[in-house]
């Protein structure tokens, strides 16, 4: 952990008792001119990436993408207190695997890193030391017991509660006595009124006072470690970002943000501000769910271009044309609809129907093109192979049945993990359940006259089958359901010819020659 040394201690205190002097020798940060769009996603390893987190880094993605700009990763970690094992790995995992390519950070790096926030504690105190020299910044000495009381003050009075900014009003010689005593302390922003209007890319011309509003934020806790406004501001400038795309709870930080970067004499990025995404219920998305987090859309069977298609169909921001039938867009063709003048201002819903929909065009787009066959292929086998490990020597795994069977399912499924589940057993092992009501001799004179036939397709097994219950005088609805247990040990399912064909004929035979179950 980083901690203040009593070098640094004294340096501090003397940059207060010459302000004067060194605010008259300040010369101010040359602006930056960037040639190139250069876009971050910062989380916080706080949690798993879900799916609010993932609409954020992807519309970053295609707006950098949209102008031949960088794409940033960053990984916010000065919260100690709430870091997760594993998140920041698990996070860059999702992203790669929903196809969105970062140009720079922790695992690519690149020029201007490091790209994690906790092994950047010395460039936090290098430019917080610029403040505290020009007076935008200041120690506060404030206990949390004090705090406390302030904030309970304050409720009693049925005000904001907010910081007093009493510390501001500390003399030089007040606080080298309190840095030499080895007072704990943290460093606090003056916030000031800032009421210039700035242009949201999204939401247009927006104004808040946030000194009006809120007392000086803290930009370096008693740990050392900075807070989020004060390292975002630092790091954007340092990593040259020019556009900041961010959910809008971040929305009301953004003066304090501005405020940050004039003091620094910085030129900000332009800002622009995501609507909240919703669950179907109105309520607001969490990293405590489970069903939203990527990992439970990867193992859950939803393929990456389905989910960014999904995310797509929430808030706008692409351009469609009307009347166009639901179909799969590719990476490629998102970059190329996206503007992030068209995204919506008011909050949406997902719609769990949209992604059954879009998985299942996702499906049928993969099974055209022979990579992702032969992908979906082994999907289906590791699958089958994990739902029964105890039939794995008597499956048929070879590739032109799982292929017919994928095509068949087509119409079916919006999901390869149906496949393992249990309606869809028949077709991989034969059933337990068999107890019927056609007699032996019966089935064994369907069975010969199967055998006989060459096409196994259900084209030709209907009629086949029409004409056996008229000569056995067996009634057609009731001779299909019997064979329906015979083959799948289901009472409801595809019609049986159809059944066949997918089983194929060696295997409908070998079930039909079965012993009936007395169960």
């Known amino acids: 952990m980083f901690k203040l040394s009593n070098g640094f201690r004294n340096c501090f205190a003397l940059s207060q008792v010459k302000l004067s002097k060194r605010l008259c020798q300040t010369e101010p940060n040359p602006p930056r001119t960037p040639t190139t769009v250069r876009v971050r996603?910062?989380?916080?390893?706080?949690?798993?990436?879900?799916?609010?987190?993932?609409?954020?880094?992807?519309?970053n993605?295609?707006?950098?993408?949209?102008?031949?700009?960088?794409?940033?990763?960053?990984?916010?970690?000065?919260?100690?207190?709430?870091l997760v094992d594993g998140a920041t790995e698990q996070l860059c995992k999702d992203l790669s695997w929903a196809g969105i390519e970062i140009d720079e950070g922790p695992l690519v790096g690149g020029q201007?890193?490091?790209?994690?926030?906790?092994?950047?504690?010395?460039?936090?105190?290098?430019?917080?030391?610029?403040?505290?020299?020009?007076?935008?910044?200041?120690?506060?000495?404030?206990?949390?017991?004090?705090?406390e009381l302030l904030r309970k003050e304050q409720l009693k009075a049925r005000e904001t509660?907010?910081?007093?900014?009493?510390?501001?009003?500390?003399t030089p010689v007040q606080i080298a006595e309190k840095l030499a005593n080895k007072d704990t302390f943290c460093i606090r922003f003056k916030l000031d009124p800032y009421l210039d209007d700035y242009k949201d890319l999204i939401y247009g011309k927006m104004v808040y006072d946030a000194a009006g509003n809120e007392g000086d934020p803290v930009i370096i806790k008693s740990d050392g470690y900075p807070t989020y406004h004060f390292a975002n501001v630092v790091d954007d400038h340092l990593m040259k970002i020019t556009h900041v795309l961010r959910g809008v709870e971040w929305q009301i930080s953004t003066t304090k943000h501005l405020l940050l970067y004039r003091a620094?004499?910085?030129?900000?990025?332009?800002?622009?501000?995501?609507?909240?995404?919703?669950?179907?219920?109105?309520?607001k998305l969490s990293k405590r769910q489970g069903n939203v987090n990527i990992e439970h859309y990867r193992t859950s069977g939803v393929s990456p271009q389905a989910l960014v298609n999904y995310i797509s169909?929430?808030?706008?921001?692409?351009e469609r044309k009307r009347g166009e039938k639901p179909r799969i867009y590719t990476m490629a063709e998102l970059i190329d609809s996206f503007d992030v003048q068209k995204i919506n201002t008011h909050s949406c819903q997902l719609n769990p129907e949209w992604l059954d929909q879009c998985n299942h065009l996702a499906l049928i787009e993969q099974l055209k093109q022979p990579s992702e066959q032969a992908r979906l292929i082994e999907e289906v086998k590791a699958l089958v192979k994990a739902?029964?490990?105890?039939?794995?020597?008597?499956?048929?795994?070879?590739?032109?049945?799982?292929k017919m069977i994928l095509e068949w399912s087509m119409d079916r499924i919006s999901n390869l993990n149906e496949l393992a589940k249990e309606e869809y057993s028949y077709l991989w092992i034969a059933p337990q359940k068999r107890k019927h009501d056609l007699p032996k001799d019966t089935l064994d004179k369907l069975v010969k006259i199967l055998s006989d036939v060459d096409s196994f397709g259900k084209q030709k097994l209907n009629p086949i089958l029409k004409d056996f219950s008229k000569s056995e005088n067996v009634r057609f609805i009731e001779l299909m359901k019997s064979l329906r247990i015979v083959l799948s040990g289901l009472e409801e399912g595809p019609p049986v010819a159809e059944m066949m064909e997918i089983l194929g004929k060696e295997r409908t035979l070998s079930r039909m020659k079965m012993k009936k179950s007395s169960k």
Request: glycine content about 8%; proline content about 5%; some cysteine.
């Open 41 to 59: 996603f910062a989380p916080s390893p706080t949690g798993y990436l879900h799916l609010g987190g993932l609409r954020t880094a992807f519309f």
């Open 61 to 82: 993605y295609l707006f950098a993408k949209a102008n031949n700009g960088k794409m940033v990763l960053r990984i916010e970690d000065t919260d100690q207190k709430r």
């Open 112 to 147: 201007y890193g490091p790209y994690i926030q906790s092994e950047r504690l010395d460039i936090y105190r290098r430019e917080v030391k610029t403040l505290l020299e020009n007076g935008t910044a200041y120690y506060c000495f404030c206990t949390e017991r004090r705090l």
């Open 161 to 170: 509660t907010r910081y007093d900014n009493r510390c501001r009003h500390l």
């Open 264 to 283: 620094f004499k910085w030129v900000p990025p332009q800002y622009g501000h995501l609507p909240l995404l919703m669950n179907a219920d109105g309520t």
């Open 313 to 318: 169909l929430s808030g706008g921001g692409f």
């Open 387 to 402: 739902a029964y490990p105890n039939d794995v020597k008597n499956l048929d795994f070879s590739d032109d049945h799982i």
